[in-house]
């Protein structure tokens, strides 16, 4: 059973920053593309960034690019999101996803307000 499990939200100040991990099991993770997504109050669920398995390449939202950076240690099943230069429209709950699997983590809240 694939589980994913998000850590390290919570309230930063407009211009701060927050470092998100996900901590995978039940997997081949070194082969696994990974996701972040995020959901505002109100609003749909939307894909901040995807990492891909083997070459790393990443991709982001056009709302995010160069604020946020994905990254992976496949020795430790991890996936991260550094979040630089955070604005109050970035408050919103964040998930962990693995599209291969269509599984999702619990989420973790981060909150950009002074």
């Known amino acids: 059973q694939v589980q994913l499990v998000e850590s390290g939200g919570g309230l930063v100040q407009p211009g701060g920053s927050l470092r998100l991990s996900c901590a995978a099991s039940?997997?081949?993770?070194?082969?696994?593309?990974m996701s972040w997504y995020r959901q505002a109050p109100g609003k749909e669920r939307e894909l901040v960034a995807t990492?891909?398995?083997?070459?790393?390449?990443?991709t982001y939202a056009d709302s995010v690019k160069g604020r946020f950076t994905i990254s992976r240690d496949n020795a430790k099943n991890s996936v991260f999101l550094q979040m630089n230069s955070l604005k109050p429209e970035d408050t919103a709950v964040y998930y962990c996803?693995?599209?291969?699997?269509?599984?999702w983590g619990q989420g973790t809240q981060v909150t950009v307000s002074s």
């Open positions: 990492i891909i398995s083997i070459s790393g390449i990443s």
């Open positions: 996803y693995t599209p291969r699997f269509n599984a």
């Open positions: 039940g997997l081949t993770f070194s082969r696994t593309a």
